[in-house]
């Protein structure tokens, strides 16, 4: 059964707060964030096929809001510096950046919402595959990331050692420890 919305969709948006990457909004009674400049976020699953085994690319860095590290995909910002990019040049950039790595083969999985009921932002879902290491990675500026290459196989364990060393996991990497979006690759 479908209940109706406690505003309605054509209630006015108020915007409450803009910076240079975010807007706090209010729309009737619901407050929310969103991007600032239609800008929305690329999110990188690279899988590096090795002899032994399949492996993973995950980044490990400090986020503000949560005060601690956190293990995430490798991810950024589609559009920021230029308006009108392609998802895919976000991706191949981010990529290369954060982790060092290049990808020979893109599959871009779709769209998705990381916490709707709060924040308007979405992402775009791409897999990456024939990587090749081109550098160190590490982000850009003062980002201070710490790549990881993880066997597939050993994610869950890997995830587990890093939770109880007290670091922050991204959502995104529950889809790598329920496996059905990597059980047809």
Not at 33 to 49: F, Q
Not at 101 to 109: L, N, T
Not at 128 to 155: C, F, K, M, N, Q
Request: net charge negative.
């Amino acid at each position: 059964m479908t209940r109706p919305a406690p505003d309605a969709p054509d209630a006015p948006v108020e915007t409450r707060w803009k910076g240079r990457f975010i807007t706090v909004k209010q729309q009737g009674m619901w407050e929310y964030v969103s991007r600032s400049r239609g800008i929305h976020a690329a999110v990188i699953l690279a899988l590096d096929d090795a002899a032994d085994a399949r492996h993973v690319i995950l980044v490990e860095q400090y986020r503000v809001p949560m005060g601690k590290n956190c293990l995430e995909l490798p991810a950024g910002l589609v559009g920021d510096d230029t308006a009108g990019e392609a998802v895919e040049i976000a991706a191949e950039r981010e990529l290369e950046e954060e982790t060092g790595y290049r990808a020979a083969h893109w599959h871009v999985v779709g769209e998705f919402f990381s916490s709707p009921g709060m924040v308007s932002e979405s992402f775009t879902l791409l897999i990456a595959t024939g990587l090749t290491r081109v550098g160190d990675g590490g982000g850009v500026d003062s980002e201070e990331i710490i790549v990881h290459r993880v066997p597939l196989a050993g994610v869950a364990d890997f995830v587990a050692a890093k939770r109880a060393a007290g670091c922050g996991i991204d959502v995104r990497v529950a889809m790598l420890l329920a496996g059905g979006l990597l059980a047809n690759l």
